[in-house]
């Protein structure tokens, strides 16, 4: 987005139609009212080019008192981009998820999001089958195991996030 319109100093997300949230980025390609959205972006948020689309800034702390709002878990499902580039390889899942955390520190991510990842020069496609939120409270305190809450829609990604990786059908 425009920094006219939001700028990322100010405000970290903005909520698209009421549901879908997005980090902001600011590029002064993007003239001022104006939204780039990738592809996987525009297909998951079901929005095409040119539409009209209703942007408001989000406040992760307005929901449930901003406790609930970090992931300790977050399942992800994950296929190649380019079918042709298939590799028999395996992937180190657990390097995987810290390469993942690192790559989208702080990102809001919601059930159903579609979203390319970009492992060792392999470029992933990968769709979130999965959010579990932890109680922020419990995890700065250290009083024992964070109870996690499995019923949200979407979560921060922090480095301390435990990431599980399913295989896309073929």
Sequence with gaps: ????????????????????????????SCSPGEV???ALLRRWANVSISEVVSIQPFDPASVDGGQQIYLGNLSLEVGFNRKI??????????EMGKAFCNAYD???????????????GVNLAIKVTGVDVVDLDVLKKGTGAPSSNSNKQRGIVMKQTTISFTKAPD
């Design 1 to 28: 987005v425009n920094k006219k319109d939001f700028s990322s100093a100010t405000v970290k997300y903005v909520i698209a139609n009421q549901k879908f949230v997005f980090t902001v980025l600011n590029d002064d």
């Design 36 to 38: 780039g959205v990738s």
């Design 85 to 94: 580039l298939e590799r028999k390889e395996e992937f180190d899942t657990q």
């Design 106 to 120: 702080q990102q809001i991510f919601s059930l159903g999001q579609d979203l390319a990842f970009d492992f060792r």
